[in-house]
C-alpha cells in the first residue's frame, strides 16, 4: 500500500522550484513596414528603461555606451531625456 505523503513532496518540490528565468530582448529594429529607426546611445551609470510615448515599446538601455535603435515615432520621447543622445549619420 502507497502513501499519498510522497505525492505531496514532490508537488511541493515543483511548486518551491526557483522560477525559470526569462530572457530580455535586445534592440530590435522597429515594427512595421516603412517605420525608420533613429539610433540613440545611453550615457548614463546604470541601466535604464524608457517607455516610447507614440508605439508605447520599452527600450532597455543595459549600460552606459548601449546603443538601441528606436521607431522614429518615439524619438521625441527619448530625445527628451538628459542621459540620452540621439545619433546621427
Known amino acids: 500500500m502507497s ?3 510522497s505525492k505531496r513532496r514532490a ?3 515543483v511548486a518551491n522550484a526557483a ?6 530582448a535586445g534592440p530590435r529594429a522597429p515594427a512595421g513596414p516603412g517605420v525608420l529607426a533613429v539610433a540613440f546611445v545611453y ?3 546604470a541601466a535604464l ?8 515599446r520599452r ?6 555606451g548601449a546603443r538601441v535603435a528606436v521607431d522614429e515615432r518615439d524619438a ?3 530625445d527628451a531625456h538628459p542621459l540620452l543622445r540621439r545619433l546621427y549619420g
Open 76 to 78: 521625441a520621447t527619448l
Open 11 to 13: 508537488a511541493g518540490a
Open 43 to 45: 550615457d548614463g551609470l
Open 59 to 64: 527600450y532597455l538601455f543595459a549600460a552606459r
Open 19 to 24: 522560477p525559470s528565468a526569462v530572457p530580455v
Open 3 to 5: 502513501c499519498c505523503g
Open 49 to 56: 528603461s524608457v517607455v516610447g510615448g507614440v508605439s508605447g
